[in-house]
């Protein structure tokens, strides 16, 4: 495993399950197998409605808690409840979240973020950090925060590398995770001659060389799946390394194409949409 230093000292694995768009049974299965596999980072999200899968999860694997690297993501209908870090905690079945983010820019979210910033000095929250959150929101948090965000998860892959972004990032010390670190499926992207002839050469799949790139890249990986074979093999990233000639040419196939565009009605949207989280099996 390798890991990226936050700007508080912790240490992130670089590779993660993800579980956007797991049913709770598919989340705690798809865990449950990861962390067999040795996976230590998890991603959730109060808005997948699988926390407590989650949580039952890492019970059942029998690793220790202080080994696993637990995220969640907090909804924007839930930014002004006092309570919900909490609940969060509850739900997880946990003491303490290793890494908390805001999930979207909507709503009030200086007051979700001053909720984190709260829970970070209490010892419930490890560190904190934003997703989907442009440089103009980011900078807005930088300009008022008491706990500078340690990590900013938004869309990175080989078509849309967020260069400019990630010069900011590096200048404020703050990490980039990836979320459709493949590209959302797209198979234009899997299929890329070069991506094939590099499988070929280190015997690894396109999507193996796709998610070494990430990490030599400085991204933080967490790709969903729940297919057991998927998760294995997206974890066998650790025994090889592309040259930087290799990753030259991935850098020169940046389009600048993403996946996910917000829209102003989007994000209003999402204040109103209060996920079923207390429904949750």
């Not at 690297?69 to 309570?83: A, C, G, I, R, V």
């Not at 973020?113 to 709260?118: A, D, G, N, P």
């Not at 990490?175 to 094939?196: N, R, S, T």
Request: charged fraction near 30%; include cysteine.
């Amino acid at each position: 495993m390798e890991y990226a230093a936050l700007n508080n000292g912790l240490k992130m694995p670089m590779a993660g399950i993800g579980t956007f768009l797991l049913s709770p049974d598919e989340a705690e299965a798809s865990v449950l197998s990861a962390l067999q596999c040795g996976y230590r980072l998890i991603d959730t999200a109060n808005a997948y409605v699988n926390e407590k899968a989650v949580g039952r999860a890492m019970k059942k694997s029998g690793v220790p808690r202080r080994d696993i690297f637990l995220e969640t993501k907090l909804w924007p209908s839930f930014y002004e409840q006092d309570e919900t870090i909490d609940k969060t905690l509850e739900r997880l079945d946990t003491d303490y979240i290793d890494l908390l983010l805001l999930h979207q820019p909507a709503g009030n979210y200086i007051e979700g973020y001053r909720q984190m910033e709260k829970a970070y000095k209490e010892g419930k929250v490890k560190a904190i950090g934003l997703s989907n959150f442009d440089m103009k929101q980011m900078q807005e948090i930088l300009d008022m925060c008491e706990v500078k965000p340690a990590v900013l998860q938004t869309e990175v892959h080989p078509y849309s590398q967020e260069k400019e972004l990630k010069e900011f990032l590096k200048k404020e010390e703050i990490v980039i995770q990836a979320w459709y670190p493949l590209g959302h499926g797209d198979k234009a992207l899997i299929q890329e001659p070069l991506f094939v002839k590099l499988g070929e050469k280190y015997k690894k799949t396109s999507a193996q060389i796709i998610l070494r790139w990430h990490i030599q890249d400085g991204n933080i990986v967490i790709p969903g799946s729940k297919n057991p074979n998927h998760i294995r093999d997206n974890f066998d990233l650790f025994d090889f390394e592309l040259t930087e000639e290799e990753m030259k040419e991935i850098s020169d196939m940046d389009q600048k194409k993403r996946y996910y565009h917000s829209t102003p009605d989007m994000l209003k949207g999402y204040v109103s949409m209060v996920p079923p989280v207390d429904e949750q099996k």
